[in-house]
T-cell receptor, first 114, second 115 residues
């Protein structure tokens, strides 16, 4: 069975600082991995995806994530935080069955301080 | 395409009343998913459809919940009777089932409050 663990329910960084949001997954088959972002009172928006091509994946708004099979990790990073990055971020894993039924992590809320 | 469209955006109802949430998926998407989001339980998959057929409803909390997809462009999630513990944000998402998988497109959600 697949599962996702996000380390840290809240992360606070200063504007301009590195953003690092951690995600570890468990999957019995090579997974598809995703990061979604949710702004207040909105639905989830796809930030980036890993689909077994390049292990370093670039997404929207300057975010990127690296798939590390040996560590079963898919951490999300951004070199320089912006105030507009404040949101909740969800890591998710899908396997190739059931229409790619997706399991979401508990979410990490990112705070950006001026 | 206008994306996944959910209605209403907000619903306030009294305990015991019937509530119907609606979703229009992206045209051409063959999978539709209903999720519920709460602070305590996060995002929970309730049910999903493939080509309008319910495939897995194991996440539906109890018999008070039901979902239908009468055609490729419309789905409903119904709660009857509603209870305060049903208060949550309900999201609909759609996707293509082909490989490679590109993820879901979510609607803006329906915030349900049962008083």
């Amino acid at each position: 069975a697949q599962s996702v663990t996000q380390l840290g329910s809240h992360v606070s960084v200063s504007e301009g600082a590195l953003v690092l949001l951690r995600c570890n997954y468990s999957s019995s088959v090579p997974p598809y991995l995703f990061w979604y972002v949710q702004y207040p009172n909105q639905g989830l928006q796809l930030l980036l995806k890993y689909t077994s091509a390049a292990t370093l994946v670039k997404g929207i708004n300057g975010f990127e994530a690296e798939f590390k099979k040996s560590e079963t990790s898919f951490h999300l990073t951004k070199p320089s935080a912006h105030m507009s990055d404040a949101a909740e971020y969800f890591c998710a894993v899908s396997e190739g069955t059931g229409g790619f039924k997706t399991i979401f992590g508990a979410g990490t809320r990112l705070f950006v301080k001026a | 395409d206008a994306g996944v469209i959910q209605s209403p955006r907000h619903e306030v109802t009294e305990m015991g009343q019937e509530v119907t949430l609606r979703c229009k998926p992206i045209s051409g998407h063959d999978y539709l998913f209903w999720y519920r989001q709460t602070m305590m339980r996060g995002l929970e998959l309730l049910i999903y459809f493939n080509n309008n057929v319910p495939i897995d409803d194991s996440g539906m909390p109890e018999d008070r919940f039901s979902a239908k997809m009468p055609n490729a462009s419309f789905s409903t999630l119904k709660i009857q009777p509603s209870e305060p513990r049903d208060s949550a944000v309900y999201f609909c998402a759609s996707s293509l089932g082909d490989r490679p998988f590109y993820g879901y497109t979510f609607g803006s959600g329906t915030r349900l409050t049962v008083v």
